[in-house]
């Protein structure tokens, strides 16, 4: 397996293709160098970290064109802080929560707080898409638009259900990678270690003015809230352009670089079709071999983002994720609770899509190589 020499012809140029944290752009790296000699060390609650925080916020708003009254809204601790803060901040009595893979189900147990009634939840087997139902009673409606343990994508959608009630998705795989009506949520959150191209530990979000009305109405009530899982201080800190907390300045770097790439480029339809072109390259290319199928069957379920293969039980998927590695191609293994013989294959924004490609002929190669 790991002796196995893959031609130098068919190696990508980049050979990373994990799902978090994922590539980042030999050019983001060399902004932080430059930028990073004057910020990072510096107080996080001085002019310079503000504007810094102040160029990311108008960069995706700007990125995802945010709608008059929405607000980019930023905090400490990355999208499992942002479960526990909406149990505390956002949901008033009653969640409905979709459950198609990790991100899913991880929320709705959050939802499933003491203080709240129990979640209606939505589970759907791994490979497939969960759908709304409505339910009355229930204020909040979570999804997420990309399941990265699955790969499958979720349209972003408002939930059909009672007045007042807040559509709330989960964009930590998809947000910067694909196109979405932001006016269609109320909430669209994510951390920055996906498309974004930065590492974790903060997490974003953009709130319709229905959200933050909940957010205050909820505050200003007798519910014991922490200072660190407040939305009204991420709320109040946001617009002073800082967090609570004192942020990861490389972080933010790293982040507004890819931003600002990613609006130099072409904005969000640019990246949308680069991930199409990407995602459609592994999927085509897995119809073409006949040791590779889909995880998602059905094709409109399927992740522009993240290229779930089932492979053949004649060929041990592990030992092609092995070989790979040994050949300086990593992270293709699938997500560990799966439990399937698969490759998973991230092709975020940052990874070109001729990486991808030869990614395939990479892949192509081994299969071939390995007993079967």
Known sequence: MADIVIPADLLPTDGRFGCG??????????????????????????????????????????????????????????STAFWDAAAF??????????????????????????????????????????????????????????????????????????????????????????????????????APQKNFASDGGLWLALFSPAAIERVERIAASDRYIPEFLSLQN?????????????????????????????????????????????????????????????FVSEPSHRSQVVATIDLDDAVDAKAVAVTLRANGIVDTEPYRKLGRNQLRIATFTAIEPGDVAQLTKAIEYVVGELPR
Do not use: C
Request: glycine residues 10%; negative net charge; hydrophobic residues 40%.
């Open 89 to 190: 901040g956002l949901i008033e009595r009653r969640a409905e929560n979709l459950s198609f893979g990790e991100f899913g189900s991880k929320f709705a147990k959050a939802a499933a707080a003491p203080w709240l009634e129990a979640p209606h939840v939505v589970e759907a087997p791994g490979g497939s898409l969960a759908a709304l139902e409505p339910v009355e009673g229930v204020d909040v409606y979570a999804y997420p638009h990309n399941e990265t343990s699955t790969g499958v994508m979720a349209p972003v959608v408002r939930a059909d259900g009672d007045p007042g009630a807040l559509t709330v998705v989960d964009a930590t795989s998809a947000a910067g990678g694909a196109a979405f009506d932001v006016e269609a949520t109320d909430v669209y959150y994510f």
């Open 234 to 294: 991420a709320v109040d800190n946001s617009r002073l352009n800082q967090t609570l907390n004192t942020p990861a300045l490389a972080t933010l770097l790293l982040l507004d670089d890819q931003v600002r790439w990613i609006n130099e480029s072409g904005g969000i339809a640019w990246a949308d079709a680069r991930t199409k072109q990407s995602s459609g390259t592994v999927y085509d290319w897995a119809a073409s071999v006949d040791f590779a199928t889909p």
């Open 21 to 78: 944290p994922s590539k980042i752009r030999g050019a983001q790296l060399e902004s932080l160098v430059t930028r990073g000699a004057t910020i990072l060390g510096t107080s996080h609650r001085q002019k310079p970290v503000k504007d810094l925080v102040g160029s990311v916020r108008q960069g995706i708003a700007d990125l995802f064109q945010v709608p008059d009254g929405y607000e980019v809204v930023l905090g400490n601790g990355g």
